[in-house]
Every structure is written in structure tokens, then in C-alpha cells.
């Protein structure tokens, strides 16, 4: 059975996230049988890493604050998170499905797909946030 999207209802979770006035920084997409629909949502970065077990494979959209002393910002990350026990069929279908996922997440600074816990530490998305965000005016400050 092909994978389909709740595009109405993910759209929806995905504009909450965008919100500057929203506490929202994450959502999660997850598999409902043969449907992508929105998951758990929330304000803390730490719950969303707790969503990503082992026997899991979920696409994320997560707003980080970044930026330096002259300009903060929202960036944001697209994450997928394949766990170590899903299968191999399953792995492989992901990386189809994602394009359902990118029809609605459509900005975003960088992708991820991640299947190491140590990959989701916030600092290393930040990091990599950073590179690809351009300028940094931190250097004046060293």
C-alpha cells in the first residue's frame, strides 16, 4: 500500500512550529498504518529527542533560536530519525516518504537523517545550524 500525507493536518502542525509567538518548537510526523500524520508536539527540544527510540522512524520540523550578538534568529531543521531496530524495508521506504514530508515542510535550513542518539544532542543540530546560516560576527568578540 502506497504511503500517503495528511497534508491539511501537517501543514497545520508545521505553521505552528514557524510561529514566532507560538511556544511550539517541534512536531513530529509519524506513521498512522499507511498515513503520515502529525505526532507529538511540544516546547522543549529534551522531549523531542525522547520521541526518537530505537523501534521508531519519524520525521521532525524544529525551530532553533541561533544567531550571534548582532542578530538572533529562527533557523529550521528537518529531521529524520530512522531508530536502530527498524527494518531494513522500512529504512529504505523513509527515504521515499520523506518527499511526501517535503511537500508540506517546505523551509527549512538543513536536513537531517539521523539514526545515532548522539546526532540529536541540541548543540550539534545548533552547530551545523550555524554553518549553514552564513555570517557570524562572533569572530569581532575572540
Known sequence: MATRIDKEACREAYNRVR???????????RYDGATIVPGEQGAE?????QQ??????????VRF??????????KFALITWIGENVSGLQ??????????????????AKEFVISDRKELE?????????????????????
Open 91 to 108: 529504512r529504505a521506504k523513509t527515504g521515499t516518504d520523506k518527499t511526501l514530508v517535503k511537500e508540506v515542510v517546505q523551509n527549512f
Open 122 to 142: 541540541e548543540d550539534f543540530i545548533k552547530s551545523e545550524l550555524k554553518k549553514a546560516g552564513g555570517a557570524n560576527y562572533d569572530a569581532q568578540t575572540e
Open 45 to 49: 527540544y529534551q522531549h523531542f529527542i
Open 19 to 29: 510561529d514566532d509567538g507560538s511556544a511550539v518548537i517541534w512536531v513530529t510526523f
Open 52 to 61: 526518537c527510540t530505537d523501534d521508531v522512524r519519524l520525521f521532525a520540523f
Open 65 to 74: 533560536t541561533t544567531g550571534d550578538a548582532m542578530s538572533k534568529r529562527s
